[in-house]
């Protein structure tokens, strides 16, 4: 099993930058793909950006963040980061970890077997 555990949501005004940390343990960190989601209220939970196993690794982004959100991972650590800039009021959602000890980076949430409870960002306009 995977724990995962989000922290540094919270309210930031538009063009603000905001930096999610994911912290795991159960497994070793070095064998599980991650990836961030996101759901809006009312809407399905989506891609938002996945990082291969490896710290130095691939890289993948939904074409709505690109360029505005950074993903990346400390092994040594056990941790992923979410930094997100130039954030949209549209990017208010809460923001899940997820994690799979499969090998491909993933986009669907069926794609991982493990998630965090998520936390909230909330963008102002």
């Known amino acids: 099993q995977v724990q995962l555990v ?33 759901q809006a209220p009312g809407k399905e939970r989506d891609f938002v950006a996945a990082f291969s196993r490896r710290s130095g690794g691939n890289t993948l982004y939904a074409d709505s963040v690109k360029g505005r959100f950074t993903i990346s991972r400390d092994n040594a650590k056990n941790t992923m980061y979410l930094e997100m800039d130039s954030l949209k009021p549209e990017d208010t959602a809460v923001y899940y970890c997820a994690a799979d000890p499969g090998s491909e980076l993933g986009v669907r949430s069926r794609d991982y077997d493990y998630w965090g409870q998520g936390t909230a960002v909330t963008v102002s306009s």
């Open 6 to 38: 989000e922290s540094g949501g919270g309210l930031v005004q538009a063009g603000g930058s905001l930096r999610l940390s994911c912290a795991a343990s159960g497994l070793p960190f070095s064998r599980l793909v991650m990836g961030w989601f996101r």
